[in-house]
């Protein structure tokens, strides 16, 4: 089992910012894409954004674009998400994942997709 380690959850106020990150071992993050999901109570694991392995292409889910911003640097073998203008229901867990699962027919947005990860971190924004 690949370790991520996700941080940098915490509480804030609406409208406020933070910025979550994770690591992962180098062997399991260089050459590979890279997500964050997030599950909120009672509810499905939704699909955040992804970034390809040279971060070249990144891909938003509608509910959070132009207010998060998904980046990597692979010489600290780490993902990032800046989280700015954050609302209440933005709260959840967010995890982070590493690498797509090779035979698996779905899309990227699909927590299917992902083989690798995190423990996850939580957000909670208050109104």
């Known amino acids: 089992q690949v370790q991520l380690v996700e941080s940098g959850g915490g509480l804030v106020q609406a409208g406020g910012s933070l910025r979550v990150s994770c690591v992962a071992p180098r062997r399991t993050f260089i050459n590979y894409a890279a997500g964050w999901f997030r599950q909120a109570p009672g509810k499905e694991r939704e699909f955040v954004a992804h970034?390809?392995?040279?971060?070249?292409?990144?891909t938003y889910a509608d509910s959070v674009k132009g207010r998060f911003t998904i980046s990597r640097d692979n010489a600290k073998n780490t993902v990032y998400l800046q989280m700015n203008n954050l609302k209440p229901e933005d709260t959840a867990v967010y995890y982070c994942?590493?690498?797509?699962?090779?035979?698996?027919?779905?899309?990227?947005?699909?927590?299917?997709?992902?083989?690798?990860w995190g423990q996850g971190t939580q957000v909670t924004v208050s109104s």
């Open positions: 994942t590493v690498g797509i699962r090779v035979g698996v027919v779905v899309a990227l947005t699909h927590p299917d997709a992902w083989t690798n």
């Open positions: 970034i390809g392995w040279n971060g070249d292409t990144v």
